[in-house]
C-alpha cells in the first residue's frame, strides 16, 4: 500500500451521498428506457421526461458510482490540445462544432444548476493547459490559433495565477475563459431528483441483459424477474451494453486514470489546471463544505496493462508534495474511460440495423460537457428533431479508425501454488496457472482464497490484476471485477469463473 492512512474511495462519493432506489419489482411500460445512472444517461432521461416523455432510467449498480462518481469534474470545451488537431486532419467545420458542442454542454449545465436550484459547489473557472519545459509552447500557440478560429475565448499567455504560479515554474499557458467546475454527485443527486419531479421512474441493482424487438416496441429484459417494454432504448453506460457485430469492441479503447485528493490551504488562483508536459498531471480545488482540498491527476494508461497501479499512486503523491508541499491524501481512486479512435464521442443511434435505438460513449476523458450536448442530441433524435450535431458524433461516421492491437500479460510461475497462497497478504492476489489455464488467486480480509478464471466474461480477454485498487481490469473494454470477481464495472455481466484447484 502506498499511504496507509488514505481511502479507496472517490473524493465526490465520500463527501455526498447519492440518493438510493429500489430494483426493477414490477414490468413496467414506457416511452423511453435509458440504461446507465451516470451524468449523460440521468441528463437525457430528465431532457426527455421534460418533453412528456415517460422514462424509465435503470442502472446495474448504484447511480453516480461509475465515471462520473470519478471524475475530475471540470467542465470545459478546454479539452487538452484538440482543435488543432481537429482543424488539420477533418477541417474547420468540424473543429467548430465539436467546440460549439462542448460550450452549449457546459450552458446546458450552468442553466439546470441555475434552473433548478442544485447546490453543487458550481462555479466558473478559467481553464489552463500549461507547459514547464518549453517543448510545448508552439503547440499552445496552434492551439491559440485555433481559438480564434473557431471562436473559443482565450489564448496564450506567460504566467499563471499568482497562487498557483508560485508552485508551477511554466514557460507558457493557454487559457480558455468562462469555464466552470462543480460537485458531480451533488449535481447527479439534484437532476435525480428533478427526473422524479417530472415522473420519471429510477431504479438500481438493474442490470439490462437483453433488448428485443418486438412489434414497434423493444423488450427489455434484467437480471430481475421483470422486464421493461419501451418504444425507444438508449445505451449510456460506460461501455455499450448492446454491442451488434462488436462495432464498439472493435473501436473503443479503455484507459484509467488515477487521482488523489489531499486536505490543502492551497488556493489555485480560480482556475483548473493539466499539463502539457507528459506525465500529465492535471490540478483543481475541491471543497466539503468545510475545507478546502487540492484534487492530482494522472498517469492514464490502457485498462489492465502489466504495470504497478501502486507506484502510479505513489508518482502522483511524489509529484504532490515535491509540487505543493502537501501532506498525505485522504482518498484515492481510479477513473475509467473510454477513447475513440478519432477523439469524437459515439452519440447517435446504435446500429444501422435497430432504428429506436441509441448510445452514449466514447467521450474521450472530457465527459461532462460532452454529455450536455450528447443528451439534447438523443432526445431531438428520440423527439425527430434535427441537430447540428448529428453527423459529427454519428457512430458509424466514415472517418478513420484506429489500428487495433493486443498485448500479453506474462503469466507468474510459482514453485508452489500452496507456499504462494500462504504468503499471500489479505487484499492482494497474484496472478499463475492451475492446471494449464491461467488463474488469478485472491485472498479477501476475513482470509478466504478465491481463484479465478481469468478470462473476462465480457469477450473472453485476459484481465490483470490493478494493485492499487484491488481489482480485476479487463484491458480490452474496460470491465472491471473486484477481487474475489464480482462485476464492479461493464460491459461484462457476469463474474469471473471460479476454479477450484487440485491442491
Not at 507558457?172 to 467546475?181: D, F, G, P, R, Y
Not at 479477501?444 to 481469468?454: A, C, I, K, M, P
Request: hydrophobic share 35%.
Amino acid at each position: 500500500m502506498f499511504n496507509q492512512t488514505a481511502v479507496n474511495r472517490s473524493f465526490w462519493r465520500a463527501t455526498a451521498h447519492t440518493a438510493s432506489y429500489t430494483k426493477l419489482g414490477h414490468d413496467a411500460t414506457v416511452d423511453v428506457m435509458v440504461a446507465g445512472g451516470g451524468i449523460a444517461g440521468v441528463l437525457t432521461a430528465y431532457l426527455a421526461a421534460k418533453e412528456g416523455k415517460t422514462v424509465a432510467l435503470v442502472e446495474a449498480r448504484e447511480v453516480g458510482g461509475g465515471t462520473t462518481g470519478g471524475t475530475t469534474a471540470k467542465l470545459s470545451a478546454q479539452h487538452e490540445l484538440i482543435y488543432a488537431d481537429l482543424l488539420q486532419t477533418y477541417g474547420l467545420d468540424v473543429a467548430k462544432l465539436y467546440y460549439q458542442a462542448n460550450a452549449e454542454g457546459l450552458q446546458l449545465i450552468r442553466d439546470l444548476v441555475n434552473d433548478l436550484a442544485i447546490e453543487c459547489d458550481f462555479e466558473q473557472m478559467t481553464s489552463y493547459v500549461y507547459s514547464q519545459k518549453g517543448k510545448h509552447t508552439r503547440q499552445l500557440e496552434q492551439e491559440a490559433d485555433a481559438y480564434k478560429k473557431i471562436g473559443a475565448p482565450g489564448g496564450v499567455q506567460q504566467d499563471m495565477p499568482l497562487d498557483i504560479g508560485r508552485h508551477l515554474n511554466t514557460d507558457s499557458v493557454l487559457t480558455m475563459e468562462n469555464q466552470a467546475q462543480f460537485h458531480p454527485v451533488k449535481f447527479l443527486n439534484g437532476m435525480l431528483h428533478a427526473l422524479e419531479d417530472e415522473g420519471g421512474h429510477i431504479y438500481q441493482h438493474t442490470m439490462v441483459e437483453d433488448v428485443q424487438k418486438q412489434g414497434d416496441s423493444f423488450r427489455v429484459t434484467t437480471d430481475t424477474p421483470y422486464s421493461i417494454t419501451a418504444k425507444q432504448v438508449i445505451i449510456a453506460t460506460l461501455f455499450p451494453a448492446m454491442d451488434p457485430h462488436s462495432f464498439y469492441s472493435n473501436r473503443l479503447k479503455p484507459v484509467t486514470s488515477h487521482l488523489l485528493a489531499f486536505s490543502s490551504d492551497n488556493h489555485l488562483g480560480g482556475g483548473m489546471y493539466i499539463s502539457a508536459d507528459d506525465p500529465k498531471r492535471t490540478v483543481r480545488e475541491a471543497w466539503d463544505g468545510k475545507s478546502s482540498y487540492l484534487l492530482v491527476g494522472g498517469e492514464t494508461h490502457p485498462t489492465g496493462d502489466s504495470h504497478s497501479t501502486e507506484e502510479r499512486y505513489a508518482s502522483l503523491l511524489h509529484y504532490a508534495q515535491r509540487t505543493f508541499g502537501t501532506g498525505n491524501p485522504v482518498d484515492y481512486w481510479s477513473e475509467h474511460e473510454l477513447l475513440t479512435p478519432d477523439r469524437l464521442p459515439y452519440v447517435g443511434i446504435l446500429d444501422e440495423e435497430q432504428e429506436g435505438m441509441y448510445v452514449m460513449t466514447g467521450f474521450n476523458k472530457w465527459g461532462l460537457t460532452n454529455a450536455g450536448a450528447s443528451a439534447k442530441l438523443i432526445v431531438d433524435l428520440v423527439l425527430g428533431k434535427d441537430n447540428p450535431y448529428e453527423k459529427l458524433f454519428h457512430p458509424h461516421r466514415t472517418w478513420p479508425s484506429e489500428a487495433t492491437g493486443g498485448s500479453g500479460a506474462s503469466s507468474q510461475t510459482a514453485p508452489s501454488l500452496t507456499e504462494q497462497v500462504k504468503e499471500l497478504a489479505a487484499g492482494d492476489a497474484f496472478t499463475t496457472k492451475v492446471e494449464g489455464k491461467q488463474t488469478g488467486v485472491y485472498k479477501d480480509d476475513s482470509g478466504n482464497v478465491h481463484y479465478l478464471d481469468l478470462s473476462c466474461t465480457h469477450l473472453g480477454c485476459e484481465v490483470r490484476w490493478n494493485d492499487g485498487d484491488a481489482t480485476w481490469d479487463c484491458p480490452c473494454h474496460g470491465s472491471i471485477f473486484s477481487g474475489s470477481g464480482e462485476v464492479l464495472a461493464g460491459p461484462a455481466k457476469q463474474p469471473l469463473k471460479p476454479i477450484k484447484p487440485s491442491h
